[in-house]
Every structure is written in C-alpha cells, then in structure tokens.
C-alpha cells in the first residue's frame, strides 16, 4: 500500500507540474503572477503537498520565484536576464547541436526543415507566438540526439528560462523573422554538406546572438557578434 500511495503521489505531483507549468508558457499566469497553492490545489483537486512540489520543481527551473511576504510568483523576466539567458543558449545550444550531427539521420533534417517552412509560411501573416514556438520547435529538433544528458538538460532549462518571454520574443524583433528563417536554412545546409562541427556549432551560436543583438539595439547597447 505504501509504494501505491507514492506513486499516486509522485502522479499527483507531476500532474499539476505540468498544469502549472502550461499556463505560465502560454502566459495564463503572466509574469508577477501570485501562486497561491491552495487554489490551485483546490482546483486541482489534490493536496498542497504536490503543489509544493511541483512549485519547488518550477522554481529550480527558473520559472517561479519566492518573495519575502508574498511567497511564489511567476519570474519576472527583465532585459538583462533574457539576454544572459540567450547568451547562454546559443553556446549551449552550438554545443548541443554540434555533439548531436553523428546521431542525425536524415527524417530529423527533414523534421527540422519542416518546421523552418511553416515559419517561412508565416511570414506573410506574421503571429509572433506562432512563430516563436516553431522557432523552439527547431532547435529542440536540432539538439534532441546530443549525447550529453548535462548538456541537453541544460538546453532545457535554458528554454524554460525564455518561457516568460517566449510568447512576445518575436514582437520584439519581428524584424528577426525572416532573417532568422534563412539562418536556419544555412544551418541545415552546412549539416547535410557535413562541414566542419566548429563551423556549425558557431552558426548556431551566432544565429542565437544575432537575435540578442537585435533586440539589444534598442537600447542602443554593443553588439555581441559581427554583422
């Protein structure tokens, strides 16, 4: 009886992660959005312990901060912070990509150039959250063989980070778009010529940066990679 409770436990509690985490990258709960446990486990239908969980879990992740008399709300994510963590992404992802080409096969070349088509589809009628999402779609297909469990966990939760922003990356840089569809088309391109894994892992490092930048030109702050 004891193992059965723990797994409907460890059920419950992977249950509303996954509630919670949902509605804070569709931006349901946006940024500075209180948490308060006992509604969502009301809600839910559960106890507050997998909400704490499940909480603790988010938080690790970057999605969900404490705050001294107020308790857990969803991260704020300001400028500085989206750009550390894009930073970060594009040599993690560069790594990842790079570990992943002798794992490649050809139907996930094709997946990823789907999905570069639908964004390329987009551009006429552009939805930023559409886009974005296809965008992630792209390099998660990218980097989903790298070898590296550390690694890979790490391009996770590097997304995770984005998630506050994710839906409205776009928006901020529609100008992005396309250039960042044709930077996917050259990616994929130096993969299927098997070119040099450096020169594709700092492809994918600059397509990531070249994003940075656009969006760092706003404030009229230095590039962090050449045109």
Not at 84 to 112: C, F, I, K, N, W
Request: hydrophobic share 40%; glycine share 4%; net charge negative.
């Amino acid at each position: 009886m004891t193992a059965i409770r723990i797994d409907e436990q460890a059920s419950k509690s992977e249950r509303t992660y996954r509630w919670i985490r949902e509605r804070i990258i569709s931006r349901d709960f946006n940024p500075g959005y209180r948490l308060v446990l006992g509604t969502i486990a009301k809600e839910l239908g559960v106890s507050t312990v997998p909400v704490r969980e499940a909480v603790r879990r988010l938080e690790a992740e970057g999605l969900i901060e404490f705050e001294r008399n107020i308790g857990a709300r969803v991260a704020m994510v300001d400028a500085s912070e989206y750009i550390d963590t894009m930073q970060t992404l594009g040599v993690l992802e560069g790594a990842a990509t790079a570990l992943a080409l002798s794992r490649m096969s050809e139907a996930d070349l094709d997946r990823a150039e789907a999905i570069n088509e639908q964004m390329r589809a987009l551009l006429d009628h552009f939805e930023p959250t559409v886009f974005t999402a296809l965008n992630e779609r792209f390099h998660r297909a990218l980097v989903h063989r790298c070898p590296n469990p550390h690694i890979a966990d790490l391009v996770d939760r590097g997304w995770n980070r984005l998630s506050g922003l994710r839906s409205s990356t776009f928006s901020f840089v529609p100008e992005r778009a396309p250039l960042s569809v044709a930077e996917h088309e050259h990616i994929l391109t130096l993969i299927r010529e098997n070119a040099d894994p450096v020169e594709i892992e700092m492809a994918v490092r600059h397509h990531k940066w070249r994003t940075v930048d656009a969006y760092r030109g706003q404030t009229g702050a230095p590039s962090t990679v050449s045109p």
